[in-house]
């Protein structure tokens, strides 16, 4: 156990006294010399960046493109796509600003400090405002905020496994290089800082992580597939369609000449617009905005918006024992007296309140308060290699150690001893630290005494976070699968594992974890807690389970928990963790509060599930937009809608009830083969709506009904299609989707029957085989639809089989 | 998330729900006649062709309503239960006050709609249909 002492205290102490740090005016001439740890990190984009994906995208250079065209051709009427496109782009910008706005701002009150000195006294201040020669103030527990070179140390220890791969804590004596992002983990000392900013070490290692680290979001990538699918096909079902207006308004030359061409690029730019997913985009980003400000709300600072999403496909977690099963204090349990010596209980009270005392001493404070009435005459400081300290009074030297390091003997023939050992083991098995405390006559080179009796077995068990067994139990029941991967000693790891309700009989050496890659996964398999786990073999773990087909997370709050965090599809950091392991993770729990990981999880779905059905909306009209140019071209059929019919059946079938559904609950797994999904509904469907469309169109046409009243029975038809397919993918129809819904209805009946609406769509009154042409083709859409949906039904049962077959064989 | 078993449902609440179906496709055949009556040499002349449209489209909204309303009752949603309920009363006021304002003696509509209400709403209200509502 680490406790120190410190040999040389005075001395340090009187070097850092001397040590007044900066003065202000010193402070502000470097400040101004531009000499400070100011690093501006990516966290979150730039204000530029959201105005820039909101607006500068090609889907808008095409609207916008139409937009002049009708401008220019003096039909602005039908230029109402454009207020559309305009609302998506400042909608999307404002809520992505807004989410940004709120993410910063909890970044910033979150942001660790680092302790100075300045002007003779010590000072918090924002990590940012350290300055080139700061003297930092560094104690057990403290991030090293820049690079420096230490100028006085009691004991100090810094883990560095982050920054160098090394797991054990390194002492720092004076003179020696500590490096930012690494942590203090025992002992105090101050030390000069000499590289800040840019230049520091875990800056230039955060920069380089994040630069490489992006996360796969299947939404997006299918979402930007699509599009480019689209940006592909516009420009030539454009001319398609162009060629088939001009034929239908008497050929080119005639067309060109009376004017009719404007007639023709005004149904033109119709079919084009119609088939740009604009809103898709738009709700997409919305979704993940508003995801990552409700998960705000809960102390879970979101560093990259799809990181929601992939909340949703998470189905292991790799969880490290302290700050997620433990609360990471100790907790002194009680002492097992083994020989009768008076005043033990004052020397662990003397332990308990030293400055340097590490959280396993600090808890002795609590239980013994007497303190010796003398004081000491001298100290050994504790040092890792002897793993134990000492401390001499009046009637002796009192060691306290981990009982295998103060008594090596094991096969000693003293029963005390004898009973020490099996004691010792005993209490290991139930996951409790044990430390012994011994007695004898002082020796002058910092050996234990030959004549040292142990006196007390002292017992120390973690404290459990009460809401520890709770989350687990949460996760069992979503079917997400839990390993632990601790540094600590399996057995104590698997009898915590256990308290807190996990089937974990024992507990996996990681020393012992097979080299080859398949025995590795078998053994990451077939056991649950992992012990004395490296960093490198964390991460390894991490790979080998993702290589294996799942979707992994990983919490932790520790330097040695980042590099699996980062490998990790998901990682999730504590907001006490190192800044190096919070500038990899992905999720950051501000109040470090696990229990918020089943919200986070619930949220993820959420979203996914919410923007799959939203974005089932969007391809389905992309698809009959499509289909409908290409067979109008084709069959050289005048297109039979006004861009502003268009628009309004957008509006009422999908623009404004997508904002509605993109934001309700939703507590489905998401399951891999979304685009293949998405399309099997959207392209049936839209071949239904092509058809419909296009006989409707040719028995019109047939019928010598005039165009204006073609135009009024297509867009009818196409809204109740749409409603209609609206309907089909949000069943349930619940109370609040049912209201959507029926407020849509309502808007299509005022549409038609309001007069100015009526005048400015140009709808006529439709005569009577009009009305029947609408009644049949609606009807038979609507039947075509129900088989689309029953067979996409099944598709989406079958994915879910396979994907639930996976995981069981997995 | 639903962690206990999914009761199943009573055949008379599918009963039920059957009848509100029924009721509700009726009510759409209905309205979709009802609009085409617009056509009719009565309605041309009479210029009353928008109010028997929107009188139509009201009531297939009625209808799709009422099928909505069908398949909350069928997965157990309670406020799909108070929702029938109200339906179907109403509609059994509407039949009672038609009787009285056209005072025909024709207690046919008020009889039918009578036994509807009975036929939907017992099942729901009464015996294992309750106990299905409650579990949920």
Known sequence: MELEKDQAGEAVRHKTASTQGLSSAEVAERVAAGQTNAFVQDTSRSVWSIVRANVLTLFNGIILACFIVL?????????????????????????????????????????????????????????????????????AGDQVPADGLVSGSRGLQVDESMLTGESDAVEKTDGSRVLSGSVVVAGEGSA???????????????????????????????????????????????LLVLNAQMIAQGGWAEASASGAWREAATATIA???????????????????????????????????????????????????????????????????????????????????????????????????????????????????????????EDGMWILGGPEMVFPAQNSADPVLQQLATRAADL??????????????????????????????????????PDAAETLSYFAAQDVDVRIISGDNPQTVAAIAREVGLDAPHGFDARELPEDDQEFLEAINNNVVFGRVTPDQKKRIVVALKSAGHTVAMTGDGVNDALAIKEADIGVAMNSGAAATKAVARLVLLDGKFSHLPSVVAEGRQVIANIERVSMLFLTKTAYATFLAISFGILLLPFPFLPRQLSVTDGLTIGIPAFFLALLPNAQRYIPGFLRRSLTFAVPAGVSVTLGLAAYAR?????????????????????????????????????????????????????????????????????????LLVLGTSVACIALIEVVRFVHRRVAYRDAQEALHQRVSK | MMTGEIPKRPGAVTFAVVLMYIGGIAQIILGILTIFLRYTPEAQSGGITLPITLLGAGMILFGLMVIGLASGVARGSEAARRGATAVMLLGLAFAVLDLIIAADGDWSAVFSQSIATVAVLVPLWVGRGRRYFETR
């Open chain 1, 71 to 139: 401008f220019a051709i003096g039909r602005w009427q039908d230029a109402l796509f454009g207020f559309s496109a305009i609302a998506n782009a400042v909608i999307g910008s404002v809520q992505e600003y807004r989410a940004k706005r709120a993410l910063d701002r909890l970044a910033l009150l979150n942001a660790p400090h680092a302790r100075v000195m300045r002007d003779g006294s010590e000072a918090e201040i924002a990590l940012d405002d350290v300055v080139l020669g700061d003297t930092l103030v560094l104690r």
């Open chain 1, 192 to 238: 000069v800082v000499d590289r800040v900013g840019v230049d520091s070490f875990a800056n230039s290692l955060a920069a380089e992580a994040k630069r490489f680290s992006l996360v796969a979001s299947e939404l997006r990538s299918s979402i930007d597939r699509v599009l480019k699918w689209v940006t592909w096909f516009v420009g030539p079902v454009a």
């Open chain 1, 271 to 393: 079919s084009v617009v119609a088939m740009v997913p604009l809103g898709l985009v738009l709700m997409t980003s919305i979704t993940f905005a508003v995801g990552a400000v409700k998960l705000a709300r809960q102390q879970v600072l979101v560093q990259e918006l799809p990181a929601v999403e992939g909340l949703a496909r998470v189905d292991i977690i790799c969880l490290d024992k302290t700050g997620t099963l433990t609360q990471g204090d100790i907790v002194f349990d009680a002492a097992h007296p083994l020989t009768v010596r008076p005043g033990w209980e004052s020397v662990l009270a003397w332990y308990g309140v030293q400055k340097d005392a590490n959280a396993t001493a600090r808890s002795l404070a609590g239980h013994f308060n007497e303190q010796p009435s003398d004081l000491p005459a001298d100290r050994v400081p504790f040092s890792s290699a002897r793993k134990w300290s000492a401390v001499v009074f």
């Open chain 1, 428 to 465: 290991a098995t139930t996951g409790r630290r044990t430390l012994v405390l011994a007695h004898g006559t002082p020796t002058d080179d910092e050996t234990v005494p030959a004549d040292a009796v142990p006196v007390a077995l002292l017992t120390f068990k973690e404290n459990i976070r």
């Open chain 1, 699 to 771: 028995l019109a046409a047939n019928l010598q009904i005039p165009e204006a009243e073609i135009r009024t029975g297509s867009t009818l038809i196409l809204t109740i299609i749409g409603i209609w397919i609206l309907v089909v993918l949000s069943r349930p129809v619940t109370r609040f989707k049912g209201m959507v819904i029926g407020a849509m209805m309502v808007g299509l009946i005022l549409v038609y029957s309001v007069p100015i609406a009526r005048d400015f769509l140009q709808f006529t009154d439709p005569t009577l085989p009009t009305a």
